[in-house]
Nanobody, 114 residues
């Protein structure tokens, strides 16, 4: 049974930074590509960033240059460093595989004030 536990969210002013973490337990984390998603109430959950098992990354246009995804396979953890945060980044952030294979975790709330 795979469990996803996201953390690191909070309230930050525009221009600030946060670092999100997602610990993945009970899986073969090191050989799967991972993704960060975010969701605003009433909207679809959208992909923000992905990282392959070899560390190749991809970003949504809206976050490119501001967010950095990384992973530590020894810790079964994927990170999202978020800089230059803007109010439109406010959402609940989740991690999962690129194919959304696992049950969702509780997510972590990010709120950016203007």
């Amino acid at each position: 049974q795979v469990q996803l536990v996201e953390s690191g969210g909070g309230l930050v002013q525009a221009g600030g930074s946060l670092r999100l973490s997602c610990v993945v337990s009970g899986s073969i984390f090191s050989i799967v590509a991972m993704n960060w998603y975010r969701q605003v109430p009433g909207e679809q959950r959208e992909s923000v960033a992905s990282i392959s098992r070899w560390g190749i990354t991809n970003y949504a246009h809206s976050v490119k240059g501001r967010f950095t995804i990384s992973r530590d396979n020894a810790k079964d953890t994927v990170y999202l460093q978020m800089n230059s945060l803007q109010p439109e980044d406010t959402a609940v952030y989740y991690c999962n595989t690129i194919n959304r294979d696992w049950d969702w975790g509780q997510g972590t709330q990010v709120t950016v004030s203007s």
